[in-house]
């Protein structure tokens, strides 16, 4: 076996046990009913996605991934959670065996459709030749700035980052409508207690 | 904030909190050099946040950080972006055409380089903002979570 070789199986063994992994935390999800658990479980299959992410070479996306998946979903799904009850409803017969099979006829089109991909790290991939070596060439002539994809996101494609941002920014702005950020939300209790309690410290000291 | 069996929590956030802030910002100002940028940068100093609210309680976050002011920031980030696309428009470029914000010569990067810097914290407080927000509304609405609660 030549060193070659041993970093591909290397590579094939990390893989394999990522995707177990991921497919074991992904019935748990399915089969449990705590929410606290689902919750707890679905930032953990965010943090093995980023790591997987890592190992096929997207770090930017690896990055995002642990940020946004890992770390803000879970912690809204938190907040979401202490609204509403600890422990989702059993599914009944019918309603349990109609997602499986959807789940299963998707999956199905899904790895039919892979038969056409590449394969990863194909030199004569589409993307290998056109686009992404048009901007490996361009970026640092025209924008001079080390990371290709930053470039790529804030430069090249500001335009489709601005609506990214759009919709970041509607989303804060529909939650707060539809939940209140009015009198019924606890900054408006909090700034009231403020005004309260000020003055009576003034009434102690005189 | 009853009992005291949340201690070694309490004393280990107030120790990793700052460093999460800091690693938000070398990820955001690091972003031209390294993975990274404004959006997750955002992501990370909202997250910052939250852990110390989901930690000392939300009403002592919501006195530090105030809603309006999360508001106020998510609102400025998208203003600061579309901003340089009317600045870019007003020296005579397209929208968000970075090389007209000076109306350089062909080969010069201060416009890239401005427009890059500038609309990436456009990105971070919209984005820091919005989280903040959104969490605010959800965490808002109880005045404490209690243990049994988890």
């Known amino acids: 076996m030549t060193g070659f070789e041993g970093a591909t199986l290397a590579i094939d063994l990390l893989n394999i046990t990522l995707l177990t992994i991921l497919f074991v935390v992904a019935i748990a999800i399915a089969r449990l009913r705590s929410l606290f658990a689902i919750v707890m479980l679905s930032g953990i299959y965010s943090l093995v996605s980023a790591t997987w992410f890592v190992a096929l070479d997207a770090v930017d996306v690896a990055f995002t991934e642990a940020a946004v998946g890992a770390g803000i979903s879970t912690a809204l799904f938190l907040g979401a959670m202490v609204l509403t009850s600890r422990t989702a409803k059993a599914e009944k017969g019918a309603t349990r065996i109609v997602p499986l099979l959807v789940v299963i006829a998707t999956g199905a089109v899904l790895i039919y459709a892979t038969i056409d991909l590449p394969g990863f790290g194909d030199p004569t991939s589409p993307a290998n030749t056109g686009v992404g070596v048009d901007f490996i060439e361009r970026t640092y002539p025209e924008i001079a700035i080390p990371n290709i994809v930053t470039a790529v996101l804030a430069s090249y494609r500001g335009f489709d980052t601005l609506g990214e941002v759009g919709v970041v920014f509607a989303a804060g702005l529909a939650v707060s409508l539809l939940l209140g950020f009015g009198e019924r939300s606890l900054g408006a209790s909090v700034r009231r207690e403020d005004r309260l309690t000020a003055p009576k410290k003034d009434e102690e000291e005189s | ?150």
């Not at chain 2, 002592?60 to 105030?66: D, G, L, N, Q, Y």
């Not at chain 2, 914290?121 to 808002?140: D, K, N, P």
């Open chain 2, 1 to 150: 904030m009853k009992g005291d069996h949340h201690v070694i929590l309490r004393v280990v956030a107030k120790a990793l909190i700052p460093i999460i802030a800091l690693y938000g910002f070398y990820v955001h100002f690091h972003g031209e050099y390294s993975p990274g940028g404004g959006f997750q940068a955002g992501v990370i100093l909202a997250v910052c946040i939250i852990l110390y609210s989901l930690i000392f309680g939300i009403a002592p976050t919501m006195r530090a950080v105030t809603p309006g002011f999360a508001r106020f920031i998510a609102g400025l980030g998208f203003i600061i972006y579309v901003g340089v696309g009317f600045w870019a428009l007003a020296m005579g470029g397209n929208f968000l055409e970075y090389n007209a914000l000076f109306r350089e010569e062909a080969g010069g990067h201060i416009g890239q380089h401005t427009g890059i810097i500038v609309i990436e914290i456009g990105v971070l407080f919209a984005v820091a903002g919005s989280m903040v927000t959104i969490f605010y509304a959800f965490a808002g609405r109880v005045s404490e979570i209690r243990d049994e609660d988890w």
